[in-house]
């Protein structure tokens, strides 16, 4: 691909004292010419997590300097590191809004370090994404090699779930699942299997009363305008169904029902994807790994990888769609 056509990618660089710097300094390694590369973060930190002799040929990297390097120290929680990893994302928010940028993808954050910082109720990147641009319809993909996945529900206590479902955000997300797999991952006519709530997707009634008042609803309605929409099924059987390949998206009611079978399936593939934003943005599917950051030989850069990998073919299937 030209210089001219290639995607421009932004990367922000997570928390300072996670493993953020260092997969970023091993991911890119060997991408060289898959994009146009602008890294945001603190550049002496991230010089500080590889090795000298590392040389990442043609990158851009903005740096905030935005962090002390006094007394710096990988895998320690501070107020002043959350501070500084939501000002990357702020940064890279402008960039995209100058078209600097085509798509984003970021490096973990600590939700401990951004509360410490005092923004209080962060809940994680794709919610903050979504309310700085103002993104009404939005949801989370979790996929690897193996299936794709997209949740109704995402960070909330499991006593809360059954009370947050409903037949407005399950049609929502089902449509916009539908809408990102032809528009993102060019799949014209994609199969969809929703996961039920309850065990056995409640044995129509027995083992809980979600699947025929909330999800057989949703789905009556959704296939008046979309087709193969399969459910509600068990989620066992959704998820075995879906890695091998007969489904091209599962829907999950919550968090760890899509992330199970993901990290069973295919751990190292993982990404997390934010649907319905304006631009793309992925991430990798780990989280800041406080206990190995700063030991450069231990950052396991393979989801970061596919995460760069996904955001640059996304961001081409949007342009040319």
Sequence with gaps: ?????????????????GI????????????????????????????????????????????????????????????????????YLDKALELIRRAEIDCLVTCPISKEAVSLAGLKGFSGHTEYLAEKTKTRNFAMMLLNRRMKTVLVTRHIPLKKVASRISEKNIYETILLAHCSLKDLFSISSPRIAVCGLNPHASDNGILGEEENKIIKPALKRL???????????????????????????????????????????DPSSGVNATLGLPFVRTSPLHGTAFDIAGKFHMANPDSFREAVRLSVRCALSQKNH
Excluded: W
Aim: net charge positive.
């Design 223 to 265: 296939r008046r305008k979309i087709p193969n929409v399969d459910g509600p099924l068990p989620a066992d059987v959704a998820a075995f169904k879906a890695a091998r390949n007969e489904y091209d998206c599962l829907i999950a009611m919550y968090h760890d029902q899509a992330l199970i079978a993901l990290k069973v399936s």
């Design 1 to 17: 691909m030209s210089s001219s056509r290639r995607i421009k990618a932004g990367i922000s660089m997570g928390d300072p004292a």
């Design 20 to 87: 953020g710097p260092a997969v970023i300094a091993k991911g890119l390694k060997g991408l060289e010419g898959l994009a146009d590369f602008t890294v945001i973060g603190d550049k002496r930190v991230f010089c500080a997590a590889k090795p000298q002799n590392l040389k990442l040929n043609g990158l851009n990297f903005i740096d905030l300097n935005n962090v002390s390097h006094k007394n710096f120290k990988f895998g320690n929680i501070r107020a002043e590191y959350g501070r500084a990893s939501i000002e």
